[in-house]
């Protein structure tokens, strides 16, 4: 069955993209030109510059070193990025340049210089309204929805297989009881449920990730009490009842198993839908808090411009959404094929 997954046009096409995305947020910072925590290096004189502009800056000397890990979590001993206007002139050990925030000429000894002294910025994507580098930002903003996205989908499938195998094995009262608890979660949008857990919880990476987990379990659960309660009374789970092997084994090693398949389905859309959630509560502003780069946070902030001669400030995080989303939905449809 792998041979045929991995033969399929979709799941290779959709398998490509995400390996591409999750390289991306793996190197993180270690590829970005801002390498500023949450890439959030503000200058307002750099501010709506236009795809492929390049600046000139000056780096002052490190507050403190590099860490060896600064790649996860950002660097955060960088000197202040002066904007340089014009040419940058050596006079002996004296660098001087007239400042475009200030228009002043100003001057520095090479004691006070990072190593790189002058350097030259590129911004492919452009930058946004505080100056911040787009592509340094989605790139960062990409580990957001990944993480978000997996840990949610693994809490997600958590919880519905629990409460699908107990409903479906036991039957009786416990399954009347979970069966109502299913029907009341699904009556409510996934969205609005989200919301509503959101507003409870509160800003922040871990209260987006419990409620988009808690948002999409529901599907989870359905599907697999209805496999649980054909599989039950297979010979196989026969044959193990009279062995004299416990619920739990039986389970475990019995009936989830069996499950793979479906499972396997499910969690890839509830990636994709967890991903969606995670943009759709950043963009209502219930999402991680600000100045995470998140892309619903940035489709937010640059919502304004899409009537404006920059719209691609909110069309970039936007196309990042929709191209990952549908690179998962393209692998969920290949191993519903190669399934069925």
């Given at each position: 069955?792998?041979?045929?997954?991995?033969?399929?046009?979709?799941?290779?096409?959709?398998?490509?993209?995400?390996?591409?995305?999750?390289?991306?947020?793996i190197l993180g910072y270690g590829i970005t030109q801002?390498?500023?925590?949450?890439?959030?290096?503000?200058?307002?004189?750099?501010?709506?510059?236009?795809?492929?502009?390049?600046?000139?800056?000056?780096?002052?000397?490190?507050?403190?070193?590099?860490?060896?890990?600064?790649?996860?979590?950002?660097?955060?001993?960088?000197?202040?990025?002066?904007?340089?206007?014009?040419?940058?002139?050596?006079?002996?050990?004296?660098?001087?340049?007239?400042?475009?925030?200030?228009?002043?000429?100003?001057?520095?000894d090479r004691a006070e210089l990072e190593s790189g002294?002058?350097?030259?910025?590129?911004?492919?994507?452009?930058?946004?309204?505080?100056?911040?580098?787009?592509?340094?930002?989605?790139?960062?903003?990409?580990?957001?929805?990944?993480?978000?996205?997996?840990?949610?989908?693994?809490?997600?499938?958590?919880?519905?297989?629990?409460?699908?195998?107990?409903?479906?094995?036991?039957?009786?009262?416990?399954?009347?009881?979970?069966?109502?608890?299913?029907?009341?979660?699904?009556?409510?949008?996934?969205?609005?449920?989200?919301?509503?857990?959101?507003?409870?919880?509160?800003?922040?990476?871990?209260?987006?990730?419990?409620?988009?987990?808690?948002?999409?379990?529901?599907?989870?659960?359905?599907?697999?009490?209805?496999?649980?309660?054909?599989?039950?009374?297979?010979?196989?789970?026969?044959?193990?009842?009279?062995?004299?092997f416990s619920n739990t084994r039986i389970l475990l090693?019995?009936?989830?198993?069996?499950?793979?398949?479906?499972?396997?389905?499910?969690?890839?859309?509830?990636?994709?839908?967890?991903?969606?959630?995670?943009?759709?509560?950043?963009?209502?502003?219930?999402?991680?808090?600000?100045?995470?780069?998140?892309?619903?946070?940035?489709?937010?902030?640059?919502?304004?411009?899409?009537?404006?001669?920059?719209?691609?400030?909110?069309?970039?995080?936007?196309?990042?959404?929709?191209?990952?989303?549908?690179?998962?939905?393209?692998?969920?449809?290949?191993?519903?094929?190669?399934?069925?």
């Amino acid at each position: 069955m792998l041979k045929k997954l991995l033969r399929h046009r979709y799941f290779q096409i959709g398998a490509l993209i995400c390996g591409c995305f999750l390289l991306i947020s793996i190197l993180g910072y270690g590829i970005t030109q801002d390498s500023s925590p949450q890439a959030n290096r503000l200058m307002p004189e750099w501010a709506q510059l236009g795809p492929g502009s390049t600046k000139t800056g000056v780096q002052l000397k490190r507050v403190n070193e590099r860490q060896f890990w600064y790649w996860l979590r950002g660097d955060e001993g960088q000197g202040a990025l002066l904007s340089v206007k014009g040419e940058a002139v050596w006079s002996g050990d004296t660098l001087r340049f007239k400042s475009e925030k200030s228009d002043m000429m100003l001057a520095f000894d090479r004691a006070e210089l990072e190593s790189g002294q002058v350097e030259r910025f590129h911004f492919y994507l452009g930058t946004d309204n505080f100056g911040r580098d787009i592509l340094s930002r989605l790139i960062i903003g990409a580990r957001i929805s990944l993480s978000i996205g997996f840990l949610a989908m693994l809490l997600s499938i958590f919880i519905g297989v629990a409460v699908g195998l107990v409903a479906g094995y036991f039957g009786g009262v416990v399954d009347a009881v979970l069966s109502w608890l299913i029907t009341v979660f699904w009556s409510i949008p996934t969205l609005l449920l989200a919301l509503g857990l959101s507003v409870y919880l509160g800003k922040g990476y871990y209260q987006v990730l419990i409620a988009t987990g808690l948002s999409t379990w529901v599907e989870v659960a359905r599907i697999v009490r209805g496999q649980t309660l054909q599989l039950k009374n297979q010979e196989f789970v026969l044959f193990a009842k009279i062995t004299g092997f416990s619920n739990t084994r039986i389970l475990l090693n019995h009936i989830l198993p069996n499950l793979t398949g479906s499972l396997t389905v499910l969690a890839t859309t509830n990636f994709a839908a967890a991903i969606l959630l995670e943009a759709g509560l950043g963009f209502l502003g219930l999402g991680v808090a600000p100045p995470t780069a998140s892309w619903g946070i940035m489709v937010k902030e640059n919502l304004g411009y899409l009537v404006l001669d920059q719209a691609y400030l909110a069309i970039i995080p936007g196309l990042a959404i929709m191209v990952l989303v549908m690179a998962f939905n393209l692998m969920a449809m290949g191993i519903r094929e190669v399934l069925e």
